[in-house]
T-cell receptor, first 114, second 110 residues
Framework: DVKVTQSSRYLVKRTGEKVFLECVQD?????MFWYRQDPGLGLRLIYF???????EKGDIPEGYSVSREKKERFSLILESASTNQTSMYLC?????????????FGEGSRLTVL | DQQVKQNSPSLSVQEGRISILNCDYT??????FLWYKKYPAEGPTFLIS?????DKNEDGRFTVFLNKSAKHLSLHIVPSQPGDSAVYFC?????????FGTGTSLTVIP
């Protein structure tokens, strides 16, 4: 079974702090994604990566950056956390670069910024 | 602009009856569609998918229908069970990216 592991299930941070969210997948997937989920807004794509050291902006990249130094690991970084970044963050991975590939999600990281 | 839309935020159904969840999309380049189920404080889990070359795909109690001309897909759950109560997201993909709807919260009443 594919496993996508997010390092922290729950985090509480203060405004202005730097936040790292780590994600590791164990199935040698090329593609990795970071989404945030907010009530009434669904899942919105922040960044994705289709290869090591490659990254592409999603729909809401402002205030975030990412790092993919190894194929299995994709990190989301909030350089200076703000209260409007309080959300559920979901990491996902997929094998196929084209279509017919399923997204596998981690358990999610609930971030609260005070 | 939202490329995948789920216009019903919530749906309540009696146990044993059919649940029908709807989804519309705008981009004709999408060729793969998926449904995910999500419980609170957990990540979404994959339910069922359909390629654009098909109009129906079945897996047990779950069936997805695709109407390409209307850019519409639906998920049918028959019979509905209390454990099906969750938020359901539809998603569409054309290449690498997946686009999600805003979700429909399904409540199955025992």
């Amino acid at each position: 079974d594919v496993k996508v592991t997010q390092s922290s299930r729950y985090l509480v941070k203060r405004t202005g702090e730097k936040v790292f969210l780590e994600c590791v997948q164990d199935m040698d997937h090329e593609n990795m994604f970071w989404y945030r989920q907010d009530p009434g807004l669904g899942l919105r794509l922040i960044y994705f990566s289709y290869d090591v050291k490659m990254k592409e902006k999603g729909d809401i990249p402002e205030g975030y950056s990412v790092s993919r130094e190894k194929k299995e690991r994709f990190s989301l970084i909030l350089e200076s956390a703000s209260t409007n970044q309080t959300s559920m963050y979901l990491c996902a991975s997929s094998l196929a670069s084209g279509t017919a590939g399923e997204l596998f999600f981690g358990e999610g990281s609930r971030l609260t910024v005070l | 602009d939202q490329q995948v839309k789920q216009n019903s935020p919530s749906l309540s159904v009696q146990e044993g009856r059919i649940s029908i969840l709807n989804c519309d999309y705008t981009n004709s380049m999408f060729d793969y569609f998926l449904w995910y189920k999500k419980y609170p404080a957990e990540g979404p889990t994959f339910l069922i998918s359909i390629s654009s070359i098909k109009d129906k795909n079945e897996d047990g109690r779950f069936t997805v229908f695709l109407n390409k001309s209307a850019k519409h897909l639906s998920l049918h759950i028959v019979p509905s069970q209390p454990g099906d109560s969750a938020v359901y997201f539809c998603a569409a993909s054309g290449f690498v990216q997946f686009y999600f709807g805003t979700g429909t919260s399904l409540t199955v009443i025992p």
